[in-house]
């Protein structure tokens, strides 16, 4: 089956710094991936659609420069949290497709980022 | 508005019974609804994938059924194990831009030796 996996799956960071967190599609190519955002015993909200070599498409109420996506190779995609804040401070999963449409999605295993 | 509810938001369950999850969406037009499977900390894991066409998809001891006449789906459990005690969350992606799925809240099933 294809595997998605996420990197770091836990990171804690200080107020005011960056953190990068990884997605990568191990052994298929990740044409779209996508980013979630979890809090506690909610649904997943998608934060952005990503395709490979273009700009991200962000869902409404997200501040682009303050999640920067980067997917510069069809099977790796980066979120960085840029000066994050301990509202920040929340689970983030990915997931990739093979396709533009996501019919079929596999998720990574998710980050838990906490900001101090 | 797409839209996918959930019902019951929790659950608890003895081993070894049986439990049904229920998910209702208004997602249209209608490419396909999956049931995951969330641990605690941890991504969802894809249980089954039901095209329109498709009324039962089973995987092990999970069994989805679809109606899509009533755009109602339902998850059931058998023989529960402590191993099922989870979030289970249906998904529905739709023919439309960007073909992105939309997410029911999530039942979460605790499963009680």
């Known amino acids: 089956g294809a595997v998605v996996s996420q990197h770091p799956s836990r990171v804690i960071c200080k107020s005011g710094t960056s953190v990068k967190i990884e997605c990568r599609s191990l052994?298929?190519?990740?044409?779209?991936m996508f980013w979630y955002r979890q809090f506690p015993k909610q649904s997943l909200m998608l934060m952005a659609t990503?395709?490979?070599?273009?700009?991200?498409?962000?869902e409404q109420g997200v501040e682009k420069d303050k999640f920067l996506i980067n997917h510069a190779s069809l099977t790796l995609s980066t979120l960085t949290v840029t000066s994050a804040h301990p509202e920040d401070s929340s689970f983030y999963i990915c997931?990739?497709?093979?396709?533009?449409?996501?019919?079929?999605?596999?998720f990574g295993q998710g980050t838990r980022l906490t900001v101090v | 508005k797409n839209q996918v509810e959930q019902s019951p938001q929790s659950l608890i369950i003895l081993e070894g019974k049986n439990c049904t999850l229920q998910?209702?969406?208004?997602?249209?037009?209608?490419?396909?609804l999956r049931w995951y499977k969330q641990d605690t900390g941890r991504g969802p894991v894809s249980l089954t994938i039901?095209?329109?066409?498709?009324n039962t998809k089973s995987n092990g001891r999970y069994t989805a059924t679809l109606d899509a006449d009533t755009k109602q789906s339902s998850l059931h459990i058998t023989a529960s194990q402590l191993s099922d005690s989870a979030s289970y969350i249906c998904?529905?992606?739709?023919?439309?831009?960007?073909?992105?799925?939309?997410f029911g809240g999530g039942t979460r099933v605790l499963v009680k030796p």
């Open positions: 997931s990739a497709s093979r396709g533009l449409a996501d019919t079929e999605a596999f």
């Open positions: 052994d298929f190519q990740a044409t779209t």
């Open positions: 990503s395709n490979e070599g273009s700009k991200a498409t962000y």
């Open positions: 998910c209702n969406y208004t997602v249209s037009p209608f490419s396909n």
């Open positions: 039901m095209t329109f066409s498709e």
């Open positions: 998904v529905v992606s739709g023919w439309t831009a960007g073909n992105k799925l939309t």
